[in-house]
């Protein structure tokens, strides 16, 4: 099963744009990262840009409606994921246990959603979701 | 945390460790039979201690510590004298007396090597090929033997017994725990890399029970070659074996339809193909490639896999490409199931005539005598060419002849649709 590893760094809502992490924690985090690869349960990872960087857009009423970061009513935001194969909750668990983070930093744990995790009317309803899915940037082909 | 949870944790634990663990501790005893005791034994201590005491910051290094204690005691034991084991003992207590940083480095930086030593050691050609499989999934991919036997179909004591009859050879024939040098390499290699391929293909097409596919054991094999490509990256067939693999998988969810039956490679919904994987086995076959030199039966594999993951459409394959690589691969390694896999695509380019002629030609090879794949084909072809009297006797034929009960179900379907336009068009 798959498992996306989500960092959320706390003070990340309000970090300002350009913001890096030094490079001794980069370094310590090189290792860690190197360890996923070594065994073999690294599928991706990524780090973001700060919020402040980024947009918001939100649905109320029906229409969309873009708000420019930073965010003053987010209380935490994601900096980062890992998405790791492995056989069980318990070792996604574990694996973020060894993860060299920092004291304001907190990895939430969350099961990639597989078609075969629903049940069969809802597989229909999203049978044209895999298309999408192909069509978008990540059907991209090298 | 409960009693279940810590036990959950221990297990983990043990999943992420136990190959590490092994393999540095038949560095130091020399016999991974024993190594794989002492693995063991540490997690029994674990299971005792930890739920009381809590799960130590480095679980793994606590395992090791544990682990190494119980060697030195046993060598100490089993040898007392013999002065090549004292001097081992010796040095590991020297490195004991390091700080616990230290040791953590030098178990670090040994490790690679002896993982690769283990793969090597477990996949060694002294064993029989199912003895191999279970070795290395027991000893590299943590699997109890329980799993092992649910995989393949085998009572639980047959595969205990594979594993020690398998440590017993081991100790006999003196194999010794090292990465072969020189000429002997490649073969050496060909050896594990067919074990993981093996393991691979036992979940991606079983070959016998209800299920078409057993998807953990495609992930286990995954893992041991994503592992493997970690260790050994100058080696290009490495790459391409996963290459292969992750483009393979990353048809898993289409090839099986919504009752379980297999989907072919040119019916199958590719908007559900995995797009990670995709990417990813385009990857290692880069890697493979950038290496240099003539592509191996792998990466040529690989390469063929990856004409189809590169077409949006069934009607965009590169089929001419194919058939080049099938060349290069019946040059290679020359297998009537080449041949048979190259007269499909050799159909496509030129016509199911021209491709029925060389399948024509295979149906008198001994080898492929119980392979229903065969007729399989040559129904497919026949059918094509609106001859379904014949194709629908070659897919009773190959229905007889697969033991997968999922597999059998689409021949005969496939059988009876033959039929059905006989008798329609029966006046």
């Known amino acids: 099963m798959r498992f996306m590893m989500l960092m ?47 947009a918001r857009v939100s649905f109320s009423g029906g229409k969309p409606k873009v708000t420019d970061g930073p965010f003053a009513e987010a209380k935490e935001v994601l900096g980062g994921y890992w998405m790791i194969q492995v056989k069980s909750k318990d070792e996604a668990i574990e694996w973020a246990k060894r993860c060299p983070a920092s004291d304001n930093e907190v990895i939430e744990i969350r099961q990639v959603q597989e078609m075969s995790d629903f049940p069969p009317d809802v597989q229909k309803a999203a049978a044209g979701f895999p298309e999408l899915q192909a069509k978008s940037g990540q059907g991209r082909r090298s | 945390m409960t009693a279940t949870d810590t036990h959950r944790a221990i297990d983990a634990v043990f999943r992420i460790e136990s190959a590490r663990l092994i393999a540095g501790l038949a560095r130091i005893v020399r016999d991974v039979g024993v190594a794989e005791e002492l693995a063991q034994d540490a997690l029994v201590a674990a299971l005792e201690r930890w739920p009381a005491a809590g799960i130590p910051d480095n679980p793994g290094a606590w395992l090791m510590a544990t682990a190494k204690h119980r ?38 930086a040994d490790v690679g090597d002896d993982l690769l030593r283990l793969i090597f050691t477990a996949c060694h050609p002294v064993f029989s090929s199912e003895a191999r499989v279970a070795l290395t999934l027991r000893l590299l991919g943590g699997l109890t033997t329980e799993e092992i036997a649910r995989a393949f179909l085998v009572p639980e004591p047959t595969v205990a017994q594979r594993i020690v009859r398998a440590k017993r050879t081991l100790a006999e024939a003196r194999v010794p725990f090292e990465v072969p040098r020189g000429r002997e390499l490649a073969a050496r290699l060909s050896s594990v890399l067919e074990v993981l391929y093996l393991v691979f293909n036992e979940g991606y097409s079983a070959t016998a029970g209800d299920d078409w596919m057993r998807p953990a054991l495609c992930e286990d094999a995954l893992r041991l070659g994503r592992i493997l490509a970690e260790l050994a990256p100058k080696e290009p067939e490495v790459h391409g074996l996963v290459a292969l693999m992750e483009i393979q998988a990353s048809r898993s969810a289409a090839r ?82 080449v041949d048979l896999n190259r007269a499909v695509a050799v159909a496509m380019t030129s016509g199911p005539a021209a491709g029925l002629e060389l399948v024509d030609a295979l149906t008198s090879e001994p080898s492929l005598k119980g392979y229903h794949l065969l007729p399989s084909v040559r129904g497919d072809l026949l059918a094509k060419l609106g001859r379904f009297e014949e194709a629908g006797a070659e897919f009773e034929r190959a229905a007889a002849l697969t033991r997968n009960a999922r597999e059998r179900a689409l021949l005969l379907e496939r059988a009876a649709a033959c039929r059905q336009v006989i008798s329609r068009s029966a006046p």
Do not use: F
């Open chain 2, 71 to 108: 060697a030195i005691d046993l060598l100490r034991r089993r040898t007392l004298l013999e002065r090549k084991h004292e001097e081992i003992g010796r040095q590991i207590e020297a490195r004991q007396e390091q700080t616990a940083a230290d040791l953590d480095d030098a178990i670090e």
């Open chain 2, 256 to 337: 099986v339809g919504p009752s379980g039956e297999p989907v072919l490679l040119l019916d199958q919904n590719r908007a559900r193909w995995d797009q990670l994987l995709i990417r990813r086995g385009l990857a290692a076959l880069e890697r493979a490639e950038e290496l240099g030199g003539a592509l191996g039966p792998y990466a040529l594999q690989a390469a063929i896999a990856a004409c189809h993951a590169r077409a949006l459409t069934p009607e965009e394959t590169n089929w001419a490409r194919i058939v080049a690589l099938y060349d290069a691969l019946a040059r290679l390694a020359p297998s009537p199931v």
């Open chain 1, 8 to 54: 959320i760094p706390k003070g990340y809502e309000k970090a300002a744009p350009g913001a890096m992490p030094d490079a001794k924690a980069v370094a310590a985090m090189m290792k860690y990262n190197e360890s996923l690869q070594k065994a073999g349960v690294l599928l991706a990872l990524d780090g973001l840009h700060p919020p402040s960087v980024g």
